[in-house]
């Protein structure tokens, strides 16, 4: 189960910087290719809004 970003999402651009895999997009709310996460958390760590979850 790969992680997903609510619409919490700011669009800060911090979860796609830190992402190992490339695996977020930009756009309104920010998105996480599910076929390239590799659920090591580190953009919801790295999240200043709590936006993503698994």
């Excluded at 979860?15 to 977020?24: F, R, S, T």
């Excluded at 200043?48 to 979850?53: D, H, Q, V, W």
């Amino acid at each position: 189960m790969a992680y997903k970003i609510s619409t919490d999402c700011i669009a800060c651009g911090t979860c796609k910087d830190e992402c190992p895999m490339g695996a977020i997009s930009e756009g309104d709310i920010y998105r996480i290719d599910p076929d390239m996460c590799t659920e090591c958390g580190t953009c919801a760590d790295a999240c200043p809004s709590g936006a993503i979850s698994l």
